[in-house]
């Protein structure tokens, strides 16, 4: 049985607007009501470091259309602080905050830093914890070796926690999605320089290419561009919003 096209989602690691591309965006506005006119999804980097108010959290989630979506970075304090141990507290609080934004959530982000390895009663504990607070899609970006193995990717999969394709890549097996697939999550940070460089025309291709996959276990694919030092994840994310519409204008051949 062939599966069906998976919903995709293209934005950008927060929701700037380089004065440089601000002709393609609406001009009234907010500047996340001008980006939410455009994109249909943006990464919150923001709450990695900081709290945000829960009246911001609605305002946001006010400013938006009804089928944009949120992807929220989980406290560093979590992630790197607590490195996922004892941390029950700090994701009611952090939970209590994010879950304003009502239907705009789309996805929370878990990403862990460099040296933190797998530790399958740590690891297993935090996501049944997590688990019991918060039922929705969920994706971590590991960072250390240890968690690319078949082995961990089926555990995350049981908590149905789906392991981020990132680029650059760390290891070969962290540039493709794994765990759970419902949700498939990319995040692409630039290359080779990260955060500075734009993607040439044959990465934004191959990545469109990907995209129009077909798949009976993924409902959703996200796409963050978050080369945004020099602005690049703007333009990339416009050119990949572009490659995806001309292809969806085509007509396909009937079968026979």
Request: proline share 8%.
């Amino acid at each position: 049985m062939q599966g069906a096209a998976s919903a995709v989602r293209i934005g950008c690691a927060g929701w700037s607007i380089p004065p440089r591309y601000a002709a393609r965006f609406p001009r009234a506005g907010s500047t996340l009501e001008r980006y939410a006119q455009v994109f249909d999804s943006v990464e919150v980097n923001s709450s990695f470091h900081r709290p945000h108010r829960p009246d911001t959290w609605r305002r946001w989630a006010q400013s938006v259309p009804p089928h944009f979506r949120f992807s929220v970075k989980m406290p560093r304090a979590i992630s790197h602080d607590a490195r996922l141990r004892g941390c029950g507290p700090l994701l009611d609080d952090f939970l209590a905050q994010v879950l304003e934004l009502g239907a705009s959530l789309g996805c929370l982000l878990l990403q862990l830093p460099p040296s933190l390895e797998y530790d399958a009663p740590v690891v297993s504990r935090f996501f049944a914890m997590m688990r019991r607070r918060y039922d929705g899609p969920l994706v971590c970006e590991p960072r250390h070796r240890s968690w690319f193995a078949r082995s961990v990717a089926r555990a995350l999969a049981r908590r149905r926690v789906g392991i981020v394709a990132a680029d650059p890549a760390r290891v070969p097996r962290a540039a493709i999605p794994a765990g759970d697939r419902t949700v498939e999550y990319a995040r692409l940070h630039g290359s080779p320089r990260m955060y500075y460089d734009a993607y040439p025309d044959a990465a934004i291709e191959r990545i469109a290419r990907r995209l129009a996959r077909a798949s009976r276990a993924t409902r959703e694919r996200w796409v963050i561009f978050d080369n945004t030092t020099l602005g690049h994840a703007t333009a990339d994310a416009l050119r990949l919003r572009e490659r995806l519409a001309r292809d969806a204008k085509r007509p396909r051949a009937r079968a026979r």
